[in-house]
């Protein structure tokens, strides 16, 4: 985010810088054709030079928006994989207790069998 707003400042200097220079004849006005409107009479270039700072503006905040948009997002590809990885935590508990079962059911059939020259235990 921070790169979008040192894009915008530096646009801001190079704006000052060049009202700067050219100071005598910024408020000069000039005429703009505005089409059907007809032609106006002001300052054009100070019009110039605030529209490029606007767009910079803007530039600027639709750049932060994007930043904040993808955090969001990758704050909720975030919790998604948490949800996931705490699933398989309990799929593997049960998974687990599953085996200890088949284990001790193992084990109890294999001590039921008759051991030679003995009486099957029931």
């Keep these: ?13 190079l704006v000052a810088t060049f009202a700067a220079a050219n100071w ?3 408020l000069r006005p000039g005429t703009a054709d505005l089409f059907f409107w007809g032609d106006y009479v002001f300052p054009t270039r100070l ?6 700072l606007a ?4 530039f600027a905040l639709v750049a932060s928006w994007q930043v904040n948009q993808a955090k969001a997002e990758a704050a909720r ?3 998604h994989l948490e949800e996931l990885r ?3 935590e309990r799929q593997e508990q049960r ?3 599953l085996l200890e079962r088949l284990d001790n059911l193992a084990t109890g059939l294999t001590s039921a069998l008759p051991v030679r020259g003995e009486e099957p235990r029931l």
């Design 24 to 26: 005598a004849t910024l």
């Design 55 to 58: 767009v910079g503006a803007i």
């Design 86 to 88: 705490s699933a398989l």
């Design 95 to 97: 998974t687990q207790q």
């Design 1 to 13: 985010m921070r790169g979008q707003w040192v894009i915008f400042w530096i646009l801001v200097v």
């Design 77 to 79: 590809y975030l919790r």
């Design 47 to 52: 019009v110039g030079l605030l529209a490029i």
